[in-house]
């Protein structure tokens, strides 16, 4: 399957994914001549692989063969695929399985392709293999942190086949042998952690019969409900890789609260998840594990001859129903997956990595950033994607921004990772864009810093002119402060007469810590621009210094009116005493201020 990425080829390859299947025909001369099924229920994941050996008893050849998944749980198949092997010394091949419709019967079934044509009388062995994802029901659906899980299975414990099976065995392997109840079958046997039905003789084409088992299962339910995976190619040497996650724990939800110290001391919580492990292409570089809060310390690289193991653990363990996010990222050296003839590209890299063991991820989105200017552009993914399209990336040094092909997938596991392939041209000449600006753009750079420096624009320099300059703004500056500063003033006494009314102490108290604030700023700053005014004008420094001493004088008869207001309203002085000294601590602020203003008025 080609995604092109022109207008009507994008359409096209689109629409193909919409329409329904075709319709199968099945050849009543088969038949299933023996079928041993073995359905692996040790994860979170079903797991079915079916050996049948397939008789053709009709009198002419038959090339095609077709299969349905397990009926019951159907619609939770993730994958399906087949191979053949003619011999026991041949090699086992895969066969590619298209979804195919069978007139009158419901359910999901496959048709595939022998690689010869069977012929009158001759067998062939094929083996098919099921991936289910949530066909697990925890059951109960929650369980306090000491509690071990069990999960329910339901399930056909015969082959779904529209072909006569003439025998066949059905063996189901489980994650404990600590079984609960299992539905029996005759002839069924349990021992230890496997159960076998069967063996099954002459059973009609679309025969089933359910069988449910209720087991413990103690292992990592872990989910991948959201995945971005971001590749960024560059023709100059190097990958980048970066993978955001939305993990969930699908198990058996936590019930109750969680203890630190009995999940450290008993070592309970069986089925939550402390750690996991993700495999990376062997030529990774520069990984990185964080989340929103940043770095995880908490993880381990380990280097193995073909991959490399990274070993993450999240900040808290996962108890069923619990979630986390994370980023990681790496880069990868662009020679092992980018190949060239001129100016014809081929990127060949994996639609999917490996996440964790048995892993399940319920939405894929694959963003693929090229460099800017590559045109003729063809997806070829490994298997039908559910959505493509181009968006635009715009990075440093960028004209027109760079074309990013996206892809999205629902429901894959282990057996999805495979590699696409993406076909594009680009001009080896447009290497050199990138560094040519930049070289422009330091060139005018330090001209501007030549010109500015070496040259001067000035007529005439007037070193007088521009210290009355100077000392103009700061004059100016001075002049707003002593504004502001005096505005204080009738604030302290508005303050000083609600409190001889209200007689409220705690926001009389407060009340004056915000206008000492505001005093003691504004006279910090009067200060620090007389220090600067000094190497301007000796005489203007030292009349604001004269005006600061008139201030701290006003300040201290403020102070003694607060003082007094204290007095009166706790009985400490008479109403008359505070009467006459208001009188006279007013006249006397009045006179200072006044001195204060025809000190500034000179300036």
């Known amino acids: 399957m080609k995604i092109v990425f022109s207008t009507l080829g994008l359409i096209f390859a689109l629409s193909s994914f919409t329409l329904g299947a075709k319709q199968a025909t099945v050849s009543s001369d088969l038949v299933n001549k023996k079928v041993e099924r073995k359905i692996d229920l040790a994860s979170q994941l079903v797991q079915i692989t079916t050996t049948v050996k397939v008789e053709n008893i009709g009198t002419s050849a038959i090339n095609s063969y077709v299969f349905g998944v397990d009926p019951i749980i159907g619609s939770s198949v993730a994958f399906t695929g087949a191979s053949q092997t003619e011999t026991e010394e041949d090699d086992t091949e895969k066969i590619k399985a298209e979804p195919v419709d069978i007139a009158g019967q419901s359910g999901a079934f496959y048709e595939i392709k022998l690689q010869e044509p069977l012929k009158a009388g001759a067998s062939v062995e094929i083996v098919l293999e099921e991936v289910y994802i949530k066909a697990l029901r925890p059951y109960p659906a929650q369980i306090t942190q000491s509690e071990k899980q069990l999960v329910e299975f339901s399930g056909s414990v015969l082959f779904f086949s529209p072909y006569k099976t003439a025998s066949q065995t059905t063996t189901v392997k489980l994650a404990s042998s600590a079984i609960e109840s299992n539905t029996k079958v005759n002839p069924t046997s349990v021992d230890d952690d496997t159960i076998t039905y069967g063996p099954y003789e002459d059973k009609t084409p679309y025969s089933q019969e359910t069988a449910k088992i209720h087991y413990e299962n103690n292992k990592p339910f872990l989910t991948v409900t959201r995945m971005e995976r971001v590749i960024e190619v560059s023709h100059w040497g190097n990958i980048a890789i970066e993978e955001t996650y939305d993990v969930a724990h699908s198990g058996a939800k936590l019930k109750g609260s969680f203890s630190r110290y009995d999940y450290q001391r008993q070592q309970d919580g069986l089925s939550s998840v402390k750690s996991f ?43 069923g129903g619990w979630k986390t996010h994370y980023t990681m990222g790496y880069n990868l050296p662009s020679y092992e997956y980018l190949f060239n003839s001129g100016d014809n590209y081929i990127l060949k890299m994996r639609f999917l990595d490996h ?60 057996q999805h990772i495979e590699d696409f392939e993406l076909h594009y041209s680009f001009s080896r000449m447009l ?34 002119n521009e210290s009355r300059l100077r000392l103009m703004g700061k004059m100016e500056d001075v002049l707003a402060i002593q504004a502001k500063r005096q505005k204080l003033y009738p604030s302290y006494d508005a303050a000083i007469n609600k409190f001889k009314s209200s007689k409220d102490n705690g926001t009389f108290r ?14 910090n700053q009067m200060n620090e621009l007389t220090t600067a005014i000094k190497a301007e004008s000796s005489e203007h420094a030292e009349k604001i210094n004269e005006a600061q001493k008139l201030t701290n004088q006003v300040k201290d008869m403020i102070q003694g009116a607060i003082n007094n207001a204290e007095k009166v309203v706790n009985g400490r002085m008479s109403k008359q005493q505070y009467v006459d000294y208001e009188k006279t601590n007013s006249a006397r602020r009045t006179e200072v201020l006044a001195n204060i203003d025809q000190v500034f008025a000179t300036l």
């Open 355 to 414: 996440v964790f063991n048995d892993m399940i991820v319920d939405d894929l989105t694959v963003k693929i950033i090229l460099p800017e200017g590559c045109k003729n552009i063809r997806l070829d993914p490994p298997y039908p994607v559910r959505k493509t399209e181009l968006e635009t990336h715009k990075t440093y040094l960028d004209i027109s921004g760079r074309i990013v092909v996206v892809a999205h997938k629902s429901n894959l596991v282990e």
């Open 431 to 464: 290497l050199l864009q990138e560094p040519l600006m930049l070289v422009v753009a330091f060139f005018l750079v330090f001209a501007v810093i030549i010109v500015t420096v070496r040259l001067d624009f000035s007529i005439t320099k007037d070193s007088m």
């Open 510 to 523: 407060s009340t004056l810590k915000r206008l000492d604030a505001d005093h003691r700023t504004m006279t």
């Open 277 to 319: 492990t993700t495999v990376l292409p062997a030529a990774s570089q520069d990984v990185y594990y964080r989340d929103e809060i940043g770095n995880i310390s908490t993880s381990n690289l380990l280097e193995r001859d073909d991959h490399v193991e990274l070993e993450l653990r999240p900040r808290f363990p996962l108890f």
